[in-house]
C-alpha cells in the first residue's frame, strides 16, 4: 500500500518569506512523486515531480521541491512567498516504473500567504 | 501540458434524478481515466479507475450502480450518478494519463461541482 502524510493542514507566511510545505511519504519500490495546486472550485493544476535524477526539482511558479530518500519527504518550497501563491496544496505518489498510474494524495495543505 | 476538459462544471438538480458528467482528453488520447469525489476542505478520494474499452475499476465502498463510469473513447469518460441524493453532493474531478504520451504526470478537469437538491 502507498501513503502520503501532509502534516500541515495550514501554513500560514509573509509574503517575501521562504515557505515550505511538508510531504513524507511511503510506497513500495521507487516513488514517483508531485506536487500539485487546487485554486477554490477548481481542478488541480501540476506543479513539479520527482521522477529520477536530481534531488532538487523545481517546478512552476517559482516552487522546487528536494527528494530525501532517507526520510521519505518530498517538501515543497519557494525562495520568497507571493500572495498569490495562497492555494490548497497537495502531494502525491505512486509506484515507480511499471507500478501503474494510480495516484495516492495526501490531505492537503492550505497555503496562506499575507501581507 | 496535455489537457483535460470536465463538464459541466456545476451542476444541481433534484434528488432522484441522474446526472452525468463528461472528462475529455483535448490534446491526447487517454488510455486512463481516474475519478475522484472531493468533500470540503479534504483530499481527494479515488471512486474509480476508467479503463478505454473495458469495464470500470471500483474503490471498495464506492457503489458501482450508483456511480456509472463509461469510457467508450480514448477521450473521453463519463461518470453517471443514478437517482441522485443530497448525500451525493459534493466536487468531483477526473483525471486523465497516457504513457503513450510519455508523461508520468495526470492531468485534471477542472472539477464538478453537484448540488442534490
Known amino acids: 500500500a502507498q501513503s502520503v502524510a501532509q502534516p500541515e493542514d495550514q501554513v500560514n507566511v509573509a509574503e517575501g518569506n521562504p515557505l515550505t510545505v511538508k510531504c513524507t511519504y511511503s510506497?513500495?519500490?521507487?516513488?514517483?512523486l508531485f506536487w500539485y495546486v487546487q485554486y477554490p472550485n477548481r481542478g488541480l493544476q501540476f506543479l513539479l515531480k520527482?521522477?529520477?535524477?536530481?534531488?532538487l526539482v523545481k517546478g512552476s511558479y517559482g516552487f522546487e521541491a528536494e527528494f530525501n530518500k532517507s526520510q521519505t519527504s518530498f517538501h515543497l518550497k519557494k525562495p520568497s512567498a507571493l500572495v498569490s501563491d495562497s492555494a490548497l496544496y497537495f502531494c502525491?505518489?505512486?509506484?515507480?516504473?511499471?507500478?501503474?498510474?494510480?495516484?495516492?494524495f495526501g490531505t492537503g495543505t492550505q497555503l496562506k500567504v499575507e501581507l | 501540458g496535455a489537457v483535460v476538459s470536465q463538464h459541466p462544471s456545476w451542476v444541481i438538480c433534484k434528488s432522484g434524478t441522474s446526472v452525468k458528467i463528461e472528462c475529455r482528453s483535448l490534446?491526447?488520447?487517454?488510455?486512463?481515466m481516474f475519478w475522484y469525489r472531493q468533500f470540503p476542505k479534504q483530499s481527494l478520494m479515488l471512486m474509480a479507475t476508467?479503463?478505454?474499452?473495458?469495464?470500470?475499476?471500483?474503490e471498495q465502498g464506492v457503489e458501482k450502480d450508483k456511480f456509472l463510469i463509461n469510457h467508450a473513447s480514448l477521450t473521453l469518460s463519463t461518470l453517471t450518478v443514478t437517482s441522485a441524493h443530497p448525500e451525493d453532493s459534493s466536487f468531483y474531478i477526473c483525471?486523465?494519463?497516457?504513457?503513450?504520451?510519455?508523461?508520468?504526470?495526470?492531468?485534471f478537469g477542472q472539477g464538478t461541482r453537484l448540488t442534490v437538491v
Open positions: 483525471s486523465a494519463s497516457s504513457p503513450r504520451t510519455g508523461s508520468t504526470e495526470a492531468f
Open positions: 510506497v513500495s519500490g521507487n516513488p514517483y
Open positions: 520527482y521522477i529520477t535524477g536530481d534531488n
Open positions: 502525491a505518489v505512486r509506484r515507480g516504473s511499471g507500478g501503474g498510474n494510480k495516484l495516492t
Open positions: 490534446d491526447f488520447q487517454a488510455t486512463t
Open positions: 476508467s479503463n478505454e474499452g473495458s469495464k470500470a475499476t471500483y
